[in-house]
């Protein structure tokens, strides 16, 4: 059975800092390319952070360049997102995504976990 499993969502203040963690199973982590998305409210889903599977190649959103920093732990089948200097803006639901490197219609969501930013 394929899980995603998002844990280290909560509430801060702007400026602050949170760690997101995606623990992955069912699946052969190391063959799939992991993103973080994000959807606030009233908005559509948005793409923050990619990582690659073998090089660890990442790529961000402009909005967040400089700020957050995804990695990926393969032995344990985790993937994180870093997030410093958070802004309001900021807020929403994060999502880690997982999508196979060569049969691209394979592809799993995690049930997401509320990043608030507020004073």
């Known amino acids: 059975q394929v899980q995603l499993v998002e844990s280290g969502g909560g509430l801060v203040q702007p400026g602050g800092s949170l760690r997101l963690s995606c623990a992955a199973s069912g699946f052969t982590f190391s063959t799939y390319v992991m993103n973080w998305y994000r959807q606030a409210p009233g908005k559509e889903r948005e793409l923050v952070a990619t990582i690659t599977s073998t090089d660890g190649s990442t790529n961000y959103a402009d909005s967040v360049k400089g700020r957050f920093t995804i990695s990926r732990d393969n032995p344990k089948n985790t993937v994180y997102l870093q997030m410093n200097s958070l802004k309001l803006e900021d807020t929403a639901v994060y999502y880690c995504?997982?999508?196979?490197?060569?049969?691209?219609?394979?592809?799993?969501w995690g049930q997401g976990t509320q990043v608030t930013v507020s004073s």
């Open positions: 995504h997982a999508r196979h490197i060569i049969v691209r219609r394979l592809e799993y």
